[in-house]
């Protein structure tokens, strides 16, 4: 007679692939959580997950299965013990979501519809959630609210920020539907920079990028001529706009101590929301000057008009995220930047091979 093994219990990770859900794969495994992740690969590839495989010298389960599938994603509930989920599955790309908004409702609002009823059809009742800053619209309109508390009140202005706001809700009201069942964590993420300091997973943007530290690195080698500073005629120290970066392992970690309160909360069910920043703002050139001094080099820029949509200031006030999940960061700019330029050296075209292939062919 063999004792029966108590069953794993896992933690589906859905956008595993992706940028901030593979750091937040490689901080779960370091953790001691089995991990399987979900992707429909619409905006990452499958290197990354066999690059976590390497790094954390872990088997990941790995579906490749939209969300929006609802069938198929039944498989993994029925395969698995999960016991928790965190949702990082969903299209980010602000300009985009203005010119076609309809994919992006499709995409995120029916995914997240679909996980939630398997969630609640196999009781499985945590769930972590990617949110954002954006939830906040332009919070300058109240400038008491700066640095901004979860208590600002929301109003994004565009569609990619109406589906977080909108996701915020049907959270909201699903708990309030049958409270005990369920523990909903929020995270508003202010502004995720930098990469794994191992230099094996980072971010990986197809095609131009629209963020700031992406495309300096792009131009650091090479790939794009300069970068344009959209506007300096703000009303902050240097004119340009102010954010909140944060280091994507701090965010990966924010995320296993939204897990342990979720686990370890005395309340029999909750939906909170949490802001994940490091409350300290910078400017887009305080952060050019910190990527060039990382990189050795000063890319060349130029000033440029204002991008439409941006607003002057985004900086969190992250004092309850300290308070309740005992997480605060521990990395800076300077951090963030060295080891991007050490992801962006090393892997020049990303997780695209097209840079090696050219290495050996020259
Ligand atoms: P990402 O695009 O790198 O990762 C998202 C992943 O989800 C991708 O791998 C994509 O292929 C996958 N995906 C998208 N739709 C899917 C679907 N229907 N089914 C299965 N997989 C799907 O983006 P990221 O930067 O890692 O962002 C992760 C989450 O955090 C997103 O929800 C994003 O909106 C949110 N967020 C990101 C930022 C940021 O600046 N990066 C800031 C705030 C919030
Ligand atoms: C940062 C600063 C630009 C590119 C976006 C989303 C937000 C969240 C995080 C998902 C701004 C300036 C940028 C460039 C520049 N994502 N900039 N030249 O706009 O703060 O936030 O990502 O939820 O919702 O809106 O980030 O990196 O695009 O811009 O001068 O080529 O850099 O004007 O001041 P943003 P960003």
Known sequence: HTPTQPQKKYVLVTGGAGYIGSHTVAELIENGYECIVVDNLDNSSYESVSRLQILTKHKITFYHTDLCDKEELRKIFVNHNIDSVIHFAGL???????????????????????????????HVEKLVFSSSATVYGDATRFPDMIPIPEECPLGPTNPYGNTKYTIEKILNDLYESEKKNWKFAILRYFNPIGA??????????????????????????????KLNVFGNDY?????????????????????????????????????????????????????????????????????????????LNLTAKPDRATNELHWKTELNVADACKDLWKWTTENPFGYQLKGVVDKFAA
């Open 235 to 311: 009303d902050s120290r240097d004119g340009t706009p102010i954010r909140d970066y944060i280091h994507v392992v701090d965010l990966a970690k924010g995320h296993i101590a939204a897990l342990k309160y979720l686990d370890n909360t005395k309340s029999e069910g909750l939906c909170r929301e949490w802001n994940l920043g490091s409350g300290t703002g910078s400017t887009v050139l305080e952060v050019y000057r910190a990527f060039c001094d990382a990189c050795g080099d000063d890319i060349p820029y130029e000033i440029t008009g204002r991008r439409a949509g941006d607003v």
């Open 196 to 225: 794994h300091p191992s230099g094996l997973i980072g971010e990986d943007p197809l095609g131009i990028p629209n963020n700031l530290l992406p495309y300096m690195a792009q131009v650091a080698v090479g790939r794009r001529e």
């Open 92 to 122: 980010k790309a602000v300009g985009e979501s203005t010119q076609i908004p309809l994919k992006y409702y499709r995409n995120n609002i029916l995914g997240t519809l679909a996980l939630l009823e398997l969630m609640q059809e196999y």
